[in-house]
């Protein structure tokens, strides 16, 4: 059984990569095996979804859907932890579904039988993810990974070389790079644009050239 911080963790993996992805299957197929793990579902239910997400991703509306998702997604990331008034617009539009899905997933589901009999089943999450669905799941994990702990919106940032949305280590200010390689890349390439490495350059041949000489 996760504890609160690896549940964190889990939450936090299914909006960074949703926000990371490159296209619409990508997405999808990482949205489904996350929330699996989030949720804990079983494996067969991740293999009985597969198929379906998959041709549904690669449709036109599933291209589309990914698209808007992406942006939304985006749009509250960047400004996550400002308070501004888009922010919070944002984040009603997140928690009015996450409200929604709460009223639905606990609400029992009549089965008919062959007989013509009625049975009542009980509706749960994994009962109800679909392609349809997706919306959902996303605005669960940013909802339930902020109501875990106020300050977790601190440790959404973008990597301010690569454009990857991460979650730091630490809620300190001060976090601009998903890695030591992104800030070494940024901070030479400051160098290169401001001309302090071609001083650079040019102070240390001087300084060899007179080394020599004496």
Same mark, same amino acid.
């Given at each position: 059984?996760?504890?609160?911080?690896?549940? *964190?963790?889990?939450? &936090?993996?299914?909006?960074?990569?949703?926000?990371? $992805?490159?296209?619409?299957? =990508?997405?999808?197929?990482? @949205?489904?095996?996350?929330?699996?793990?989030?949720?804990?579902?079983?494996?067969?239910?991740?293999?009985?979804?597969?198929? =379906?997400?998959?041709?549904?991703?690669?449709? =036109?509306?599933?291209?589309?859907? /990914?698209?808007?998702?992406?942006?939304?997604?985006?749009?509250?990331?960047?400004?996550?932890? =400002?308070? $501004?008034?888009?922010?919070?617009?944002?984040?009603?539009?997140?928690?009015? *579904? /996450?409200?929604?899905?709460?009223?639905?997933?606990?609400?029992? #589901?009549?089965?008919?039988?062959?007989?013509?009999?009625?049975?009542?089943? #009980?509706?749960?999450?994994?009962?109800?993810? *679909?392609?349809?669905?997706? *919306? /959902?799941?996303?605005?669960?994990?940013?909802?339930?990974? @902020?109501?875990?702990?106020?300050?977790?919106?601190?440790?959404?940032?973008?990597? +301010?070389?690569? &454009?990857?949305?991460?979650?730091?280590?630490?809620?300190?200010?001060?976090?601009?790079?998903?890695?030591?390689?992104?800030?070494?890349?940024?901070?030479?390439?400051? +160098?290169?644009?401001?001309?302090?490495?071609? #001083?650079?350059?040019?102070?240390?041949?001087?300084?060899?050239?007179? #080394?020599? /000489?004496?």
């Amino acid at each position: 059984m996760a504890n609160a911080k690896q549940k *964190d963790e889990l939450l &936090g993996k299914l909006i960074m990569d949703f926000a990371n $992805s490159q296209n619409s299957t =990508e997405a999808l197929t990482g @949205l489904v095996k996350n929330t699996q793990r989030t949720l804990g579902f079983s494996k067969k239910w991740v293999d009985s979804h597969m198929v =379906e997400i998959l041709k549904w991703s690669q449709s =036109e509306g599933g291209t589309v859907w /990914y698209s808007v998702a992406k942006e939304r997604l985006a749009n509250f990331l960047n400004q996550a932890s =400002e308070p $501004s008034l888009f922010r919070m617009l944002s984040l009603k539009a997140y928690v009015l *579904d /996450y409200n929604h899905a709460l009223n639905i997933w606990p609400a029992p #589901e009549v089965i008919v039988a062959k007989d013509g009999t009625l049975s009542v089943r #009980e509706r749960t999450p994994e009962r109800y993810f *679909d392609a349809s669905n997706c *919306d /959902y799941f996303i605005a669960h994990a940013v909802v339930s990974f @902020l109501l875990s702990n106020k300050d977790n919106v601190r440790l959404i940032h973008k990597c +301010r070389w690569c &454009g990857r949305y991460f979650l730091a280590k630490t809620k300190r200010l001060g976090v601009f790079f998903c890695s030591k390689k992104c800030r070494l890349t940024w901070h030479n390439n400051a +160098r290169i644009q401001s001309g302090k490495a071609k #001083e650079y350059k040019k102070r240390k041949r001087r300084e060899g050239a007179r #080394e020599t /000489y004496y």
